[in-house]
C-alpha cells in the first residue's frame, strides 16, 4: 500500500479510470481522513504522477447554439429558415 497527498478535488472513481489509462490497475482507493489517501499499484511514480494532476470536479463545456439546437432535432439552418433570415 502506497499513500499519497490527497488531491483537493478527489473523485475515487475518476481516479481509478485515470490510473487505469496510465496502465495501472487499482480496485480500492482508501481515504485516511488526513490528508492522504493509500492504494496498492506495483508502479508508485507512475501513480504518483497521475495522483498529482488529478482534478475530479472536471466541468463539462457548455454546450454550444449548435448543440443545444441538435438535441431537439434542429440545425442553425432550420433556425435560420424559421426566423426568415
Do not use: R
Not at 478527489?10 to 481522513?33: F, P, Q, T
Not at 508508485?44 to 457548455?62: F, K, L, R, S, Y
Amino acid at each position: 500500500m502506497f499513500i499519497y497527498k490527497k488531491p483537493k478535488n478527489l473523485n475515487g472513481a475518476e481516479l481509478i479510470a485515470e490510473l487505469k489509462n496510465a496502465g495501472l490497475e487499482v480496485k480500492d482507493i482508501y481515504d485516511y481522513a488526513d490528508g492522504t489517501i493509500g492504494f496498492d499499484t506495483n508502479d508508485e511514480a507512475t501513480a504518483a504522477a497521475v495522483v498529482e494532476a488529478h482534478d475530479g470536479n472536471t466541468i463539462p463545456p457548455e454546450p454550444t447554439v449548435a448543440d443545444k439546437l441538435a438535441s431537439v432535432g434542429l440545425s442553425i439552418d432550420d433556425l435560420k429558415s424559421a426566423l426568415g433570415l
